[in-house]
């Protein structure tokens, strides 16, 4: 096995088995989805309209919550210093990292999406373009997410510092998302997807360079 | 193999404090160093700096191995067998899938039955690490040493926490690794068990 998958069964092993990882995030996701409808009131017509940005909020909130630990754990139990002086490089840790994080987050998420999405009576179509956009997008939460993560990882409070840091980052991801939802909801094209998986596939190759300078910095600090 | 470690006129910072200055030794291959100083004096931060992990104030390290100069210090980092302050260990992790997984991540795969046996950690394989006493952790983190197969040991403290029995195992793991041509430098304050140089820090410069 190579460092790269040793280190990514390792990461996807620990979330579930310390918790914090994919069944934190699901519950995290299931009560806003349930929230919302019981907040709004039995407006279909709305609750369809609102559908696809509160769930991709609600989806790229959930997969922050563990996103804090992603470089913290093992920065402070010394895990961290052993992974910077393997024959992998710290760039190549950082997206074995992001790939469990999305694996063991983005995915469940991804995947439990359609079921929520009855609570806001989205069509047979939009379902499907929810389900897609999430899949597309996801990856870039948690990439981007970690270049929040390597920032804040020697901080004791990072969790709450992160989301600063990371949402207004998101902010493409969250926008093109809902926009698939809302193409299928009404029909008229808007191109949301090629910018989804543009934002999506740049965020995801370019992140672990730039994570992996935090992770340099913090370090040496 | 590498045939020495040579630094010269080291610089070892934290922030704007300056813990160590215009320091200069040699180790070579089969030699062990001794860092001693007082608490603060700039032991663990010197051992970061020569792992690549800490930047130098000024000066430079380099690993001579053949002809080739290592200097760069991701590179440098790459042969160093890293025996830190904390143990890294996970509480969920057996102990035998913590050395494996550090195994595999190091690129060498095979015979973590045997380490356990070296270190005396046979019996607790399968036990959860949080079950470990610090002792027991301490055994693990020096398995994992092993299994690095780096020429180069960096050992913070590695006498700590453990019992007599265990202080003797570290003294004769370092012998071994010296005796199969390897290198290290401990930051330590009981001796190492073996003729080797010591090296002591002081407060703020080095006195020899």
């Known amino acids: ?221 | 193999m590498i045939q020495s470690l040579t630094a010269e006129k080291l610089t070892v910072q934290r922030g704007s404090r300056r813990l160590v200055e215009n320091l200069s030794f040699t180790v070579k291959a089969g030699q062990a160093l001794s860092l001693e100083g007082a608490n603060g004096a700039g032991k663990t931060s010197l051992l970061r700096l020569i792992a690549g992990l800490l930047p130098a104030g000024a000066g430079s390290v380099t690993l001579h191995e053949g002809d080739t100069e290592i200097s760069e210090p991701e590179e440098r980092g790459k042969y160093v067998g890293w025996l830190g302050h904390h143990d890294a260990l996970k509480a969920s992790f057996t102990v035998s899938e913590q050395l494996a997984f550090f195994s595999k991540l190091y690129g060498r795969e095979g015979d973590e039955i045997a380490l356990l046996g070296q270190v005396g950690l046979s019996r607790q394989a399968e036990l959860p690490c949080r079950y470990l006493s610090a002792g027991q952790r301490r055994r693990l983190a020096l398995a994992r040493l092993l299994a690095s197969r780096r020429p180069l040991w960096l050992l913070d403290e590695p006498f700590a926490a453990l019992d007599t029995v265990g202080k003797a195992l570290v003294a004769r793991l370092i012998a071994l690794h010296c005796g199969e041509g390897g290198l290290v430098i401990a930051a330590t304050h009981e001796s190492l068990g073996l003729s080797n140089e010591t090296l002591r820090l002081g407060n703020a410069v080095l006195k020899l």
């Open chain 1, 1 to 221: 096995m190579t460092p790269f998958l040793a280190l990514l069964t390792r990461d996807l092993r620990l979330s579930v088995r310390e918790g914090g990882g994919a069944v934190l995030a699901l519950g995290f996701f299931a009560l806003v989805a349930t929230l919302v409808p019981l907040g709004v009131g039995p407006d279909l017509n709305l609750l369809a309209k609102m559908g696809g940005g509160i769930l991709w909020v609600g989806a790229a909130l959930a997969a922050l919550l563990s996103l804090d630990r992603l470089f913290q754990a093992d920065y402070e139990d010394g895990s961290l210093d052993l992974i910077a002086l393997s024959p992998l490089s710290l760039e190549g840790a950082a997206f074995a990292k992001i790939a469990a994080h999305w694996l063991s987050t983005g995915l469940p998420l991804t995947l439990l999406s359609p079921i929520l999405s009855v609570f806001f009576g989205l069509s047979g179509s939009a379902v499907i373009a929810l389900t897609m956009s999430l899949a597309i997008g996801t990856p870039a939460v948690s990439a981007v997410g970690a270049i929040g993560a390597s920032l804040t990882l020697s901080l004791r409070r990072g969790g709450l510092i992160l989301p600063l840091i990371v949402l207004p980052l998101l902010v493409p991801a969250v926008m093109f998302g809902a926009g698939m939802v809302l193409e299928a909801q009404t029909g008229l094209t808007n191109g949301a997807v090629g910018f989804l998986a543009a934002f999506s596939l740049a965020a995801s190759l370019l992140s672990p360079f730039v994570a992996a300078q935090g992770v340099r910095l913090n370090l040496a600090g």
